[in-house]
C-alpha cells in the first residue's frame, strides 16, 4: 500500500461519511428531503447505503470488534481532551456534528487501510479469516 493510495482511502471514508449527512445541510439526507424525484431517492440512498455497508464490513474484518471498539475509545478520548484543553466547544450542535464525523470517518479510513498496512509490515493477510 502506498501512502498515495492511504490517502485515497481516507479521502473515500470522509466522503461517504460526511455525504450521507453532515450539519452543514448538503448532505443526502437534506437532499433527499426536498424535491427531489423518488427514483433519485432511492438510487441515491441505496447507493450511499451499499458503500457504508461495503466500507463497514472491509473494516470490521480488518479490526475485527475489539479493534473498533477500541479505535472508537481513541476517538472518544481524544475529542474529550480537545474539549478539556478548550480547543473545541462540545456544547456547539455542529461542532458535535463535525467532530463524530471526522472520528466516525477516521476509524472508518484506518478499518480499510489496516489489512494492507498488515500484509506489508508482516506479510500476513486476512483473507483466510472466516467472516463474522
Known amino acids: 500500500?502506498?501512502?498515495?493510495?492511504?490517502?485515497?482511502?481516507?479521502?473515500?471514508?470522509?466522503?461517504?461519511?460526511?455525504a450521507s449527512w453532515n450539519p452543514s445541510g448538503y448532505s443526502f439526507v437534506t437532499w433527499a428531503q426536498g424535491d427531489a424525484a423518488l427514483a433519485a431517492k432511492v438510487l441515491g440512498g441505496a447507493t450511499?447505503?451499499?458503500?457504508?455497508?461495503?466500507?463497514?464490513?472491509?473494516?470490521w474484518l480488518s479490526l475485527g470488534p475489539l479493534g473498533l471498539v477500541a479505535a472508537l475509545a481513541v476517538g472518544v478520548s481524544s475529542i474529550l481532551?480537545?474539549?478539556?484543553?478548550?480547543?473545541?466547544?462540545?456544547?456547539?450542535?455542529?461542532?458535535?456534528?463535525?467532530?463524530t464525523l471526522t472520528v466516525l470517518s477516521?476509524?472508518?479510513?484506518?478499518?480499510?487501510?489496516?489489512?494492507?498496512?498488515?500484509?506489508r509490515i508482516?506479510?500476513?493477510s486476512n483473507y483466510l479469516n472466516n467472516p463474522p
Open 81 to 99: 481532551a480537545l474539549s478539556e484543553l478548550d480547543l473545541v466547544d462540545l456544547r456547539s450542535g455542529p461542532a458535535r456534528g463535525y467532530l
Open 122 to 124: 508482516t506479510g500476513q
Open 1 to 18: 500500500m502506498t501512502s498515495a493510495g492511504f490517502i485515497v482511502r481516507v479521502l473515500a471514508c470522509f466522503a461517504i461519511v460526511f
Open 48 to 59: 450511499l447505503l451499499t458503500l457504508h455497508i461495503l466500507f463497514f464490513r472491509i473494516a
Open 106 to 119: 477516521v476509524i472508518l479510513a484506518v478499518g480499510v487501510s489496516w489489512s494492507l498496512m498488515k500484509r
